[in-house]
């Protein structure tokens, strides 16, 4: 009887556990988006309170946030010269934690989020002065996609479609 060949135990494939595992796509850079950063990027204004977006830069590897904050929304709770201090809930274990991370600003953008619900709030606020001097009420929900109207196809000839009969050529 012989035993069967077994890998010593280090030779098995083991799993990653780096500091950045499985951020391949995450920190690279978008296509023809590599090179030296915008100048923009340095020249926002970001002031306490500010809701921010995280998004971790590749090419700037000083002051990038873990993996997990990567496309997490928190807010500006502190301002440095190069950096910003943010609040994140982060969920672990189906509890939530705030979570406060300092971030150099090249991997900090501000939210569309705020800019959306502002706009929403103007319009909102002209429909409800528009129904207020006629007198009548608007309904100022937000509602899926309605469906169609339904409506009545005219002049329509209809065309007869069938393949051309086979002719043998000599």
Known sequence: WKEPFRLPKSAKMGHTKGYRSGTRYMFARGFRNHGPLALSTYLTNFKVGDIVDIKGNGSIHRG????????????????????????????????????????????VHHSKCRQDFLNRVKINEGLKAEAKKNKTQVVTKRLPRQPRAGHFVANITPTELRPVAFQFLQ
Do not use: D, L, S, W
């Open 64 to 107: 990038m946030p873990h993996k997990v904050y990567h496309g997490k929304t928190g807010t500006v709770y502190n301002v440095t010269a190069h950096a910003v201090g943010v609040v994140v809930n982060k969920q672990h274990r189906g509890r939530v934690f705030n979570k406060r991370i300092n971030v150099r600003i090249e991997h």
